[in-house]
């Protein structure tokens, strides 16, 4: 276990299967609707790449880059687009893929975004929920994992940026965060 983690809360194994039946979900539901499939950078760019791999219907994907942490573990309230689609949504099936959903502000944000810009429909799915720490009212249409009120890094998940890279779910030492 890489040496700033304190506990796994979800290993590769776990993860992979989840993404696995979310994906399937997704292939009957989106069937027929050649949906444009959004990842939400950064935090989501390793469960677009693994979800996308287990949905079987033609689809299109896109990037688009937000951020309302910066180098804190807690959001700041205010969204920025830090890089911007590249295609059109108007017209189109458009499915936002976040790694997690805390506050919900940065979803809201994004949803507002696309629906004014005519998307057909705007789903969402996210590996993590935390609706306890919910500020807008916001469901997401598919959740992997609902997951208490604990800051947890890896599978894209960043704290100040690192961490990104594990293949699992962990919490940190605690005393990571007051270095
Ligand atoms: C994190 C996470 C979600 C968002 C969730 O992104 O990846 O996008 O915060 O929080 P919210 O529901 O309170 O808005 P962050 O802003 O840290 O950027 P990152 O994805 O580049 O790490
Ligand atoms: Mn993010
Ligand atoms: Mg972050």
């Given at each position: 276990m890489f040496r700033d983690i304190q506990e796994v809360f979800y290993s590769e194994e776990q993860i992979q299967a989840k993404v696995q039946e979310l994906g399937q979900q997704i292939s009957k539901d989106f069937e027929g609707r050649n949906p444009l499939v959004i990842c939400v950078l950064k935090g989501a760019f390793i469960f677009m790449a693994d979800l996308v791999k287990q949905v079987s219907i033609p689809l299109e994907i896109d990037f688009m880059a937000v951020s309302s942490y910066g180098q804190s573990?807690?959001?700041?309230?205010v969204v920025k687009i830090i890089k911007d689609l590249d295609v059109s949504v108007e017209g189109r099936h458009v499915m936002i893929v976040e790694d997690i959903i805390d506050s919900g502000l940065t979803l809201s944000y994004l949803i507002d975004v696309l629906e004014r810009r005519n998307a057909q429909s705007v789903s969402v799915v996210t590996l993590f929920n935390k609706p306890a720490r919910r500020t807008v009212d916001l469901q997401p249409d598919y959740a992997g994992f609902e997951i208490p009120d604990a800051f947890i890094v890896g599978y894209g998940l960043d704290y100040a940026e690192k961490y990104r890279n594990l293949p699992y779910i962990g919490v940190l030492k605690p005393e990571i965060y007051s270095t």
């Amino acid at each position: 276990m890489f040496r700033d983690i304190q506990e796994v809360f979800y290993s590769e194994e776990q993860i992979q299967a989840k993404v696995q039946e979310l994906g399937q979900q997704i292939s009957k539901d989106f069937e027929g609707r050649n949906p444009l499939v959004i990842c939400v950078l950064k935090g989501a760019f390793i469960f677009m790449a693994d979800l996308v791999k287990q949905v079987s219907i033609p689809l299109e994907i896109d990037f688009m880059a937000v951020s309302s942490y910066g180098q804190s573990t807690k959001s700041s309230g205010v969204v920025k687009i830090i890089k911007d689609l590249d295609v059109s949504v108007e017209g189109r099936h458009v499915m936002i893929v976040e790694d997690i959903i805390d506050s919900g502000l940065t979803l809201s944000y994004l949803i507002d975004v696309l629906e004014r810009r005519n998307a057909q429909s705007v789903s969402v799915v996210t590996l993590f929920n935390k609706p306890a720490r919910r500020t807008v009212d916001l469901q997401p249409d598919y959740a992997g994992f609902e997951i208490p009120d604990a800051f947890i890094v890896g599978y894209g998940l960043d704290y100040a940026e690192k961490y990104r890279n594990l293949p699992y779910i962990g919490v940190l030492k605690p005393e990571i965060y007051s270095t």
